[in-house]
């Protein structure tokens, strides 16, 4: 016997009383039960309908707004509410700190058990559109619709499209007009590449059946005000391709690094691929407190320069550095954060599992005339053994800023069998950091958290935690 579908019901005139994980609001059904909903503001007075029934929740959408917010404010791009990027523009910029603290401090007390000191309230961002240094834009010959126009009986015309994935479907992709989070000149390339192309009829690539030549456009820009873009290509074609790059190249002068890539596999991730340089340089430089960083078209660096340099200065502030401490820091990608503390260290030892990040951070640190950093490569639980230890010493401060997964658990043991006087834990995802602060608990205690707002107009937040020995 098939399972019946689950009747989707309608409540009425149900409040809208908090927001959660991932961006979603709360309410609460008339059962008791709570309702996560992703287009709704706190304070809202909606009629629901819900699309999936659990034991202890439901999951909806507002179809009728009673009464609005006063947390609500006009959202800026005329994207939004289809593009999946900025889910927060609705609300306004303090009721979006509001909530991000929230979360970081209800992680940590419900999931970590946490006993906390005074919360340092959370740290803005001074620009809250315009603020990521790098964006992504895929091509496509059939670009997402919306309702009202695969509804209307009039000729579409061209359905190509350079823009972002619409969530949940992999190969449909939005059409973007005008992007709120990259500074100038990212719209005028992508519109210029865009219509380009159109007019010399250069194909854009098709996701299902793997055709076409122009697959994703990545745009960087960095405090130095150098401008780096990479196209990539499905296959090679010498006479379109030239034709393209030599369009951007004489349209927009200012660019400094132009490259790409011919990538012809069923995924369009540049990682095992080689990049060209086209024109100008393989790399743009980036600047922070008189380090500079080169950044090649792989390299990952913070998304938000400005907001990533208050955050090192938190990172580095909490390790509390007299000048001399052994440094250990630990998933230390390009070795940013290590570089920005050496200065008042002794010396820091950097560990990373990629190897062409750690490529990376050598080269930075050789560019910076650091010499008291040293960087080693391999998979944390396996290289942050006993024997590394006794190799490079006893650290005094441990600084560690995991992927969203947070630290693995020998990783969490091998710190509390080294037992270091503090650890300064970087986090960007509260939920695993207050797992991993729950294990140290017995050990060490919270003195000091501070969340930072990194992606205004998103939910994401970090936050950065000071543990000293009890």
Not at 41 to 64: H, L, M, N, S, W
Request: charge should be negative.
């Amino acid at each position: 016997m098939s399972r019946r579908k689950a009747k989707k019901q309608v409540f009425e005139q149900v409040e809208v009383i908090d927001a959660g994980a991932k961006g979603k609001t709360i309410a609460k059904a008339p059962d008791g039960k709570v309702i996560f909903l992703p287009n709704a503001v706190p304070g809202d007075v909606i009629d629901v309908q819900t699309f999936k029934k659990r034991k202890a929740y439901y999951e909806g959408k507002a179809i009728t707004f009673h009464k609005l917010s006063d947390k609500r404010t006009d959202p800026e791009c005329e994207h939004f509410g289809t593009c999946g990027g900025c889910k927060w523009q609705h609300m306004a910029y303090e009721h979006q700190l509001f909530y991000k603290q929230k979360e970081v401090t209800n992680n940590l007390t419900r999931i970590g058990h946490i006993e906390l000191p005074e919360i340092t309230p959370i740290l803005g961002a001074s620009n809250q559109y315009f603020y990521r240094n790098k964006m992504e834009f895929s091509f496509s010959d059939s670009r997402w619709l919306t309702l009202e126009e695969v509804q209307s009986d009039e000729d579409l015309g061209d359905r190509n499209a350079l823009g972002f994935h619409i969530p949940g479907m992999w190969d449909k992709i939005l059409d973007i007009k005008k992007c709120h989070l990259q500074a100038d000149p990212s719209n005028a390339i992508r519109n210029a590449v865009k219509q380009f192309a159109i007019d010399n009829e250069l194909e854009f690539f098709n996701t299902r059946n793997q055709t076409g030549l122009l697959r994703t456009m990545m745009i960087r820009t960095s405090s130095t005000g150098d401008i780096m873009v990479m196209v990539q290509f499905f296959k090679e074609d010498k006479a379109k391709r030239q034709l393209l790059l030599d369009y951007i190249a004489d349209t927009f002068p200012q660019i400094t690094s132009l490259q790409y890539v011919i990538n012809g596999k069923a995924n369009d991730t540049i990682y095992d691929q080689d990049v060209i340089c086209y024109k100008g340089a393989d790399h743009i430089f980036e600047d922070m407190e008189g380090l500079k960083f080169k950044i090649n078209a792989k390299s990952f660096y913070q998304t938000n320069s400005d907001q990533a340099f208050e955050l090192y200065k938190i990172a580095r502030d909490f390790a509390g550095l007299t000048g001399n401490e052994l440094v250990y820091d630990l998933y230390t990608g390009t070795g940013t954060i290590a570089q920005f503390v050496a200065k008042k260290a002794s010396k820091v030892i950097g560990v990373e599992s990629v190897p062409d990040a750690i490529i990376a951070a050598k080269e930075n640190a050789q560019l910076n005339n650091i010499n008291n950093v040293e960087f080693y490569v391999g998979d944390m639980k396996q290289v942050f053994n006993d024997a590394f230890i006794e190799t490079h010493g006893q650290p005094d401060v441990i600084i560690t800023d995991p992927p969203r997964d947070g630290m693995h658990k020998d990783v969490v043991q091998q710190i509390l069998n080294i037992a270091p006087k503090k650890v300064v834990y970087v986090s960007c995802n509260s939920a695993t950091q207050a797992r991993d602060l729950e294990l140290m608990d017995a050990t060490y205690k919270v003195i000091k958290t501070q969340a930072v707002d990194m992606f205004p107009q998103t939910f994401h937040v970090e936050n950065v935690v000071l543990l000293e020995k009890r």
